[in-house]
């Protein structure tokens, strides 16, 4: 067996498997959600990489636990193979982390939040609920938990990112300002602008429920697809988003029930 030759093809594996993946689609495990985000490829290439850094230690350690006689050679390859990987794994990840912070609009990891409620023709619909061990549909920047919330956890490069377009991109379904996509436990609902709603044509509208201090306001949303979140950890002051199908109108009267009970204790009161 010729250690030497085995362990410059798993180092060259580890620095070359970056490069590859880059040039790969994103698809999701389910091959419908695709997510151009710098942060999810780095993300998933740091996992890749931290497992194939893992499997070459562990083979190597093997190697010399199993191989009875060593001569010096032998145990300078195996030493200096461990090293290697190790350190090209740790440069990989620490490099790319301050890069990415570096060139970020936020310089760093943000975690924002804002409630939603999506409506047909007065039913309220739900998205599809979040399986496996991640709990959630989306990416790991952008998400929902099942909780009828949205969920920025992460770095943003452009907070434009942030927009309701990119999140309804990243759960599998769409949103422009005359078509709501979206996935349901009971299978894919797609509306548009002049479907009937109760036998009159609907109009795709969205609202958002905003603070200023201890006042809140209501305020329609002229580009729904462009919407970017408020930058807030809590709801409120964190927005409450109301999207409905239905016919037009200036006003809604949902909210969210984090704003509701917020109104309800007096923490904040009609501008």
Not at 30 to 59: C, H, L, P, W
Not at 113 to 131: N, S, W
């Amino acid at each position: 067996m010729n250690i030497g030759r085995v362990s410059i093809f798993l180092l060259v594996l580890i620095v070359v498997l970056p490069i590859i993946n880059a040039h790969e689609g994103d698809v999701d495990p389910a091959g419908e959600i695709t997510d151009g985000n710098e942060v999810q490829k780095f993300q998933e290439n740091s996992i890749k990489i931290i497992i194939i850094a893992s499997v070459i230690v562990i083979a190597l350690i093997l190697i010399s636990l199993f191989v009875k006689t060593k001569p010096e050679s032998l145990k300078i390859i195996l030493f200096s193979s461990i090293l290697v990987v190790v350190l090209l794994a740790t440069f990989y990840v620490t490099y790319m982390t301050i890069a990415i912070n570096l060139v970020s609009e936020t310089k760093g990891p943000v975690h924002w939040h804002a409630d939603f409620g999506i409506y047909k023709c007065g039913e309220r619909l739900d998205l599809v609920d979040p399986q496996g061990v991640s709990n959630r549909i989306g990416t790991s920047v952008f998400h929902e938990h099942g909780d009828n919330r949205i969920h920025v956890e992460g770095v943003i490069i452009d907070k434009r990112d942030a927009d309701l377009h990119n999140f309804f991109r990243v759960i599998g379904g769409e949103l422009t300002n005359t078509k709501l996509k979206l996935a349901t436990n009971t299978g894919m609902l797609e509306v548009n602008n002049g479907d009937l709603c109760n036998g009159k044509p609907g109009k795709l509208q969205g609202f958002v429920y905003k603070t200023e201090g201890s006042k809140y306001d209501q305020l329609k949303m002229d580009k729904l697809q462009d919407y970017i979140l408020n930058p807030y950890q809590l709801v409120p002051p964190g927005d409450c988003i109301i999207i409905e199908f239905d016919e037009e109108k200036e006003k809604t009267e949902n909210i969210c029930e984090t704003y509701r009970i917020a109104i309800e204790k007096g923490e904040i009161f009609g501008g």
